[in-house]
C-alpha cells in the first residue's frame, strides 16, 4: 500500500482551509453569540461534521446510505444513557442493565461506549451490504434506518420510546465541538487520500475495472463503511451531549433528507462539498422557516406554508443534480488549488 | 394450532402477498428495464389513494373511482420518469436515488401543502366490508377481490411480455438495453413504456391497498415503497418472477411472525421481518434468484 504524497499534500491544503472556518465559527460563537445562539451554531458544526461522515462512505464508494442515520441514532442514545445519572434514567429508562445505568460517564467514556456500540452495529450490517450489488444497498439500508427507529420507538423500557430521553448532562462546551469537527475532518480527507480510499474511488469510477486489477471491492466498500460509521459515532455521541434532549422522529426521514440533500448539493465525492452544502441547507433553511410560519408584509399576507423547507430543497436537489450530476463541487476539494498549479497548469478542474 | 386456523392464516397471507407480489412488480419493471430504483414510487400509490379520495366523496362509484385512480397512478410514474430520470440519464446511479428520492418529497409536501397534512378517509362500500364464513374460516370480500385482481394482472402483464412486441422489446432491454437499441427499439419510448406499466401494477396495488387501510396520508407511499424494496431484493434484482416470489415471501414472514410471536413481541414484526431479510442476504447476497441475468417473465 502506497500512500501518494501528492494527494496527502492536497488533503492537509483542504484540511487548513476548512479548519480555519471551523474555528472561526468557533470563535464567533465565544465572542459574539449568547447562549441559545451558541446551541444552534454548534449543532451546526456537529451537523456538519455527521454529513462529512456520511461523505467517508457515500462519497469515496458512490453508493447512497439512508442507514447512516441509524449510526447517529444508536450513538446518541448509546451516550446519552451513558451520561445519565441512573437516578433520573431510573424514571424513564426502567430496563436499562445495571452496569449502564449506573454509570455517570464523563465525556470520552459516553463517546467510548458510543463508538463500540457502532462498531458492534456496523459490523454485523456492513458484511452482508458490503457484498450485494451496487443497486440494491440503498433499498437495504433503507431498511436497516426503518428496523433501528421501529425498535427506538418501542424498547420503550431503554429507549424511552416515543418521548425520548431527556435532560441528558451538558458534558460539552464549544471547544470540544470544534475538536470533534476537526478530528472528522482530519480523518476523512486522510481515509480519501489514502491508498484505501483510492482503491473505494476505482470501485465507485468502475466496480468490474476495479475488480480486475485485483482490488477487493466487498472489502474496501466494508472498510469505508466501518471508517464512515465510527466518524457518526463520535459526531452522533458529542452531538446528543450537546443537545441534551432528544427523541426517535429526530432520527428519521426529516434528518436523512436534510443531511443527504447536504451533501449532494455541495458536491458528494468531496469533503469541501460537504461542508458547503451544509451551509447552503442550513441558510436556505433558516430563510425559509420564518416564511412557514406566515408573515405579514404591510397588507399583504403570505399564508401559512408547511413544509416548505422540504419543497424548496427538494426543487433545489433536482436542479443542481440536472445542472451537475456530481454537485457543486463534484470531486475537487478546497486543497485541489495551489499556486503551483496556478503557475503552471491555472486553475484546475 | 386447529386445521381451520391454519386455512385461515394461510388465506391472509395469500391475500396480502398478493398485494405485496403488485408492488414489487411495478418496481421490478422499471429496475429490469433501467437498472435503477424508482424511490418516488410509493407517491404512484399516493396519488392513486388521493385521487379515488377526492372522487369518491364527490359521491363517484368506487368501481368509477379505481381505474381513474389507476389512471392517476400511472401519470404521476411518467412524471417521476420525465423530472427524476430523464434528465439524468447519463448521470450516474446515486444521482438518480436522490432525484427520485426528491421527487418523492416534492410530492409529499405539495400534498401537505395543497390538500391537508392530516387522514383523508375513504368511504368503501358495504358490499367490500362483507365476510364470507366457510366451515369456521373467514374469508373477507376485499380480500378475495384482491386475490382474483392479482391474479389477473399478473396473467396479463406475462401475456404483454410474452405476446406483444413492446413486451419482447421490454424482456430483451431487461437482457441488455444497449443491444435492444441496436435492434431499432427506441430507448426513451421503452422507458417511457416500462414506468407506465409500473405505474399501472402500482396504480392497481394502490387501489387494493387505499381499500384496505381505508385513509390517505400525505406520507402513506413509504410503506408500499418499503415492501417493494425488501421483496425486489429477496427476490434478486431485476427478476420479475423472483419479485413475485419475494412479495409473498415477506406476506409469509410477516404473518408468520404474528401468528407464532408471543403477544409482547408482535409490535416489532416490522422490525422482526426486515431483520430476517438481512439474514436471508448475508447467507444470498443476491436474494433467491440464482442467475443474475435472469430472464424476464
Redesign the interface.
Known amino acids: 500500500m502506497n500512500w501518494s504524497s501528492r494527494r496527502l499534500k492536497e488533503a492537509a491544503r483542504t484540511f487548513l482551509v476548512l479548519a480555519i472556518v471551523f474555528v472561526s465559527v468557533a470563535i464567533v460563537i465565544e465572542v459574539l453569540l449568547g447562549r441559545s445562539d451558541s446551541r444552534i451554531a454548534t449543532e451546526f458544526m456537529l451537523v456538519t461534521s455527521m454529513v462529512i461522515a456520511i461523505q467517508v462512505y457515500v462519497g469515496n464508494s458512490g453508493l447512497v446510505s439512508f442507514g447512516h442515520i441509524a449510526f447517529f441514532a444508536i450513538a446518541a442514545y448509546a451516550a446519552g444513557l451513558a451520561a445519565l445519572p441512573p437516578e433520573r434514567l431510573a424514571s424513564i429508562a426502567p430496563d436499562v442493565p445495571a452496569w449502564l445505568a449506573n454509570m455517570e460517564a464523563s465525556l470520552p467514556v459516553a463517546v467510548g461506549i458510543a463508538i463500540v456500540a457502532v462498531i458492534i452495529f456496523a459490523a454485523f450490517t456492513g458484511v452482508p451490504f458490503a457484498r450485494m450489488k451496487a443497486s440494491v444497498v440503498s433499498a437495504a439500508t433503507l431498511a436497516l434506518l426503518v428496523l433501528v427507529h421501529s425498535v427506538i420507538n418501542l424498547w420503550s423500557g431503554i429507549t424511552h420510546g416515543p418521548l425520548g430521553l431527556v435532560n441528558v448532562p451538558d458534558l460539552v462546551n464549544t471547544w470540544v465541538v470544534l475538536g470533534t469537527c476537526l478530528i472528522i475532518t482530519a480523518a476523512a480527507l486522510l481515509y480519501r487520500a489514502s491508498p484505501w480510499g483510492l482503491r473505494l474511488q476505482a470501485v465507485r469510477e468502475d466496480e468490474v475495472a476495479a475488480a480486475a486489477l485485483g482490488i477487493p471491492v466487498a472489502r474496501m466498500r466494508f472498510a469505508g463503511w466501518m471508517v464512515s460509521a465510527v466518524l457518526m459515532a463520535l459526531g452522533g455521541s458529542v452531538w446528543a451531549l450537546n443537545a441534551m434532549a432528544f427523541a426517535p422522529a429526530q432520527f428519521y426521514f426529516t434528518d436523512t433528507f436534510a443531511m443527504l440533500s447536504m451533501l449532494v448539493i455541495g458536491g458528494l465525492g468531496s469533503v469541501t462539498g460537504a461542508v458547503l452544502g451544509a451551509v447552503i441547507v442550513t441558510v436556505l433553511s433558516e430563510v425559509l422557516r420564518n416564511l412557514e410560519g406566515g408573515l405579514a408584509i404591510g397588507s399583504f399576507e403570505i399564508p401559512e406554508l408547511p413544509g416548505i423547507v422540504q419543497m424548496a430543497t427538494a426543487v433545489l436537489i433536482l436542479l443542481i443534480l440536472i445542472w451537475r450530476p456530481g454537485g457543486l463541487l463534484g470531486n475537487t476539494e478546497a486543497g485541489a488549488f495551489s499556486f503551483g498549479n496556478l503557475r503552471t497548469k491555472g486553475w484546475r478542474r | 394450532m386447529t386445521a381451520q386456523l391454519l386455512i385461515q392464516q394461510l388465506f391472509n397471507a395469500l391475500s396480502i402477498g398478493s398485494i405485496y407480489a403488485l408492488l414489487a412488480l411495478g418496481l421490478a419493471v422499471v ?1 429490469s428495464v433501467l ?3 424508482n ?1 418516488a414510487y410509493g407517491e404512484i400509490i399516493t396519488a392513486t389513494a388521493y385521487t379515488m379520495v377526492l372522487l369518491v366523496s364527490l359521491g363517484v362509484p368506487l368501481l368509477a373511482a379505481a381505474p381513474v385512480g389507476v389512471i392517476a397512478g400511472i401519470l404521476m410514474s411518467v412524471f417521476t420518469e420525465f ?2 430520470f430523464r ?2 440519464r ?6 438518480v ?3 427520485s ?3 418523492s ?2 410530492v ?3 400534498i ?2 395543497v390538500v391537508s ?1 392530516r387522514p383523508q378517509g375513504l368511504v368503501v362500500p358495504a358490499w367490500l366490508d362483507q365476510v364470507i364464513t366457510v366451515g369456521g374460516v373467514r374469508f373477507p370480500a376485499l380480500s378475495i377481490v384482491t386475490i382474483v385482481i392479482a391474479v389477473l394482472s399478473m396473467l396479463a402483464l406475462t401475456a404483454l411480455l410474452q405476446k406483444s412486441r413492446h413486451g419482447l422489446a421490454m424482456r430483451a432491454a431487461a437482457e441488455d438495453f444497449e443491444t435492444t437499441r441496436l435492434m431499432g427499439a427506441k430507448a426513451g419510448r421503452l422507458i417511457l413504456l416500462a414506468f407506465a406499466v409500473s405505474g399501472t401494477l402500482a396504480g392497481i396495488a394502490g387501489v387494493l391497498w387505499i381499500a384496505k387501510i381505508g385513509s390517505a396520508t400525505p ?1 402513506m407511499g ?1 410503506n408500499p415503497l ?1 415492501i417493494a ?2 421483496a ?2 429477496l427476490g434478486g ?1 431485476g427478476s420479475l418472477r423472483g419479485a413475485v416470489l419475494g412479495g409473498f415471501a415477506l406476506a409469509f414472514v410477516e404473518v408468520g411472525l404474528q401468528v407464532f410471536l408471543p403477544r409482547d413481541f408482535v ?2 414484526v ?2 422482526i421481518s ?2 430476517v ?2 439474514i436471508v ?2 447467507v444470498r ?2 436474494g433467491f434468484a440464482r442467475r ?1 441475468e435472469e430472464r424476464v417473465a
Open positions: 429496475f437498472g435503477l430504483l424511490f423530472v427524476a434528465p439524468l447519463k448521470a450516474p446511479a446515486y444521482a436515488v436522490f432525484s428520492f426528491a421527487v418529497l416534492l409529499q409536501s405539495f401537505r401543502n397534512p406520507d413509504f418499503l424494496f425488501v425486489v431484493v434484482m409490535p416489532y416490522q422490525a426486515l431483520f431479510v438481512i442476504l448475508y447476497p443476491q443474475v
